[in-house]
């Protein structure tokens, strides 16, 4: 069975930018292959933190997590800190990268602009995000599309490790591939090109429904529509229409399509039915962070268990890698 990896940084609530891009796709691959999910605290700590807070996010998510249906029945859930194999691994990566590659990568120039004095780690965020993948040997990767560079590095770091420790012909890491959602990138409510916690612009998994009603109701639409009578192009309404897509049923689709270019519904009714179908889907969801919160003890046991998991193979590959490179 192929084997996927993936991660995502306690770094603030879940969103519905991060389910709808990765998360959903995780609960959905999980039973279709040997599945490893990882809260990457290491990750969170490149960018100025508080630590009681990573504590409590780090928790927060695994709840999220557990919550939207990850189950550790059908795979691995574990916190990257509890298994010291990735940092090991990232060192010697940082042996194999080359510096032009890393900074050339998209989100270290947008995320070094906005410090005043910027750190080794955010430059050397990729290659750890590589031995996260690479120290599972996953195949693939699911995650939202803004992603798609640093896999690309990842797969650079697996070729260089190969070309100079493995025989020839017989390479050890595979190169990992993105796996995509139908939704990679979900744009933020104020029409931003990306929906993302850092822009204020979005909505939270666990947020009650009236907070996300009145997130909604103001979100940005076709700006071509300025009275109700006004026909729309759904088209031209990338925050509301995308969310229909990916929380209305195929028929609704269909009906905000017409209803908008005819000019049958406003705006207003557009985000009641899109509001309706969004807490279908997110009502569970809710409820069942909420038992968990309850539970620590369950979660933590989750934890502890899939760290156990997670190093099992971690351990093989380091003993591995370590043998092919003189270091055992
Ligand atoms: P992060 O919160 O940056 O750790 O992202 C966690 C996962 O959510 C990654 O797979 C991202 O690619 C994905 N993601 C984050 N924001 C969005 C978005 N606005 N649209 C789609 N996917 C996203
Ligand atoms: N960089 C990813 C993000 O911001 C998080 C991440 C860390 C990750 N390690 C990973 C994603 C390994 C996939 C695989 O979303």
Redesign the pocket.
């Known amino acids: 069975m192929p084997r996927i990896?993936?991660?995502?940084?306690p770094s603030g609530e879940l969103h519905i930018g991060n389910y709808l891009g990765?998360i959903k796709n995780w609960v959905a691959l999980q039973s279709q292959y040997e599945s490893i999910f990882?809260v990457?605290d290491y990750?969170a700590i490149t960018l100025t933190y508080a630590p009681a807070a990573l504590r409590r996010r780090t928790r927060e998510m695994a709840v999220s997590l557990l919550a939207t249906g990850i189950d550790p029945a059908h795979c691995t859930l574990f916190v990257q800190s509890r298994v010291p194999e990735h940092t090991e691994l990232q060192w010697i990566f940082n042996t194999i990268t080359p510096l032009g590659e890393l900074e050339r990568q998209v989100?270290f120039k947008e995320k070094s602009a906005r410090q005043e004095q910027v750190m080794a780690g955010i430059l050397n965020?990729?290659v750890?995000?590589a031995a996260?993948?690479l120290l599972y040997l996953a195949d693939l990767?699911p995650?939202?599309e803004?992603?798609v560079q640093?896999l690309e590095l990842s797969r650079v770091v697996a070729r260089n490790w190969n070309a100079r420790f493995a025989p020839e012909g017989q390479p050890y890491f595979p190169e990992p591939q993105a796996k995509l959602t139908p939704t990679r990138r979900i744009v933020g409510l104020d029409g931003n090109a990306k929906m993302s916690k850092s822009l204020g612009n979005t909505i939270g998994l666990l947020e009650p429904p009236d907070d996300i009603w009145a997130k909604l109701r103001p979100a940005v639409t076709d700006p071509a529509r300025v009275k109700k009578t006004d026909p729309g192009n759904p088209d031209q309404c990338p925050v509301i229409f995308e969310l229909h897509k990916a929380f209305s049923p195929p028929a609704t689709v269909a009906e905000v399509d017409a209803k908008c270019r005819g000019a049958g519904w406003g705006c207003v009714d557009c985000k009641k039915v899109l509001f309706e179908h969004m807490n279908a889907e997110l009502t569970p969801i809710r409820t069942r962070a909420q038992a968990l919160a309850e539970q620590p003890r369950l979660v933590d046991d989750a934890l502890d268990a899939g760290a156990e998991k997670a190093r099992v193979i971690a351990r093989q590959t380091m003993t591995h890698v370590k043998e092919q490179m003189g270091l055992a």
């Open positions: 990896f993936s991660g995502i940084q990765a990882c990457v990750h989100a965020y990729p750890l995000q996260d993948i990767v995650v939202g803004d992603q640093h």
